[in-house]
């Protein structure tokens, strides 16, 4: 008898490519879950649900309004900056006056989409799974840092329950951690990934997608009765620049369709 245990083999990704930091592969639609220990989500994870759809709660902005009282200051007393630089130009050497010139406008360039970030990003970011239609429906926010004025649009991605795997994920930047759950959109039939999105932010369970495929899966029965509803435009006091930013507004027929039974 060996005295080494061959360690198991590790599991490797399903879809062609996988997730950045991909960790494990989760069940996938049409598969048998196990929600014996799966724990009931709380309430910041789910915003509503009835017979036909559940919507999960996405913020990819947690911590609103520092951008702000850090970036409007330099942009407020740029103006001034430049008039006492002109003014002021000759009392300078040469090579002074260039470089105050080249910084100056790469400290614009790089405070106005900081700024836009605080302001433009939606309140939240909804994810619909809608059990009777056997669809889902993301309210994707896309922020375009070029052109510097470009809009930035929110994009409605409607795909197939049949479509959706989800991957577990963990990857570090630096010294901050990203991890949770990635929503990634296969080619009917196929394990080639054509789109894909957030689930869960810096959130390190499996429970939230379990609970979502035991949904769609085996219906509201199969699980504790939700919560009480949460509205995603919801303002809060201790976060005054909430009051600034772009509420959740679905498009008339993708919010009827995504709320219904055919």
């Known amino acids: 008898m060996s005295l080494f245990r061959r360690r198991p083999p590790r599991p490797s990704p399903l879809l062609i490519p996988p997730c950045k930091g991909w960790k494990k592969d989760l069940v996938a639609p049409g598969k048998h879950s196990n ?16 017979q036909n759809f559940i919507e999960i709660s996405r913020m990819s902005l947690f911590c609103r309004g520092w951008l702000t009282l850090c970036t409007a200051p330099v942009l407020i007393l740029m103006p001034l900056l430049i008039y006492d630089l002109i003014v002021e130009w000759r009392i300078f050497e040469q090579e002074e006056g260039l470089f105050f010139f080249l910084v100056i406008p790469l400290i614009v360039f790089l405070s106005i989409p900081l700024l836009r970030v605080d302001l433009r990003t939606p309140l939240n970011e909804p994810i619909r799974f809608n059990r009777a239609r056997q669809k889902i429906y993301a309210y994707n926010f896309k922020p ?85 509803p949460r509205d995603p435009n919801e303002l809060v006091w201790y976060s005054p620049f909430r009051r600034w930013a772009p509420k959740v507004k679905w498009p008339d027929d993708i919010d009827l369709e995504s709320t219904t039974a055919p």
Not at 166 to 188: D, H, M, R, W
């Open 35 to 50: 929600t014996a220990e799966c724990e009931f989500p709380h309430r910041g994870v789910f915003n509503m649900g009835n």
């Open 144 to 228: 375009r840092w070029l052109p510097l004025f470009s809009p930035w649009p929110i994009d409605i991605a409607v795909y197939d329950w049949s479509q959706v795997r989800a991957e577990f994920f963990c990857y570090s930047a630096g010294s901050n951690y990203q991890y949770g759950i990635t929503l990634s959109i296969v080619k009917p039939g196929t394990n080639e990934v054509i789109d894909r999105f957030r689930m869960t932010y810096n959130n390190a369970s499996e429970d939230p997608w379990l609970y979502v495929h035991t949904y769609m899966e085996k219906g509201p029965d199969a699980l504790p009765p939700f919560d009480t």
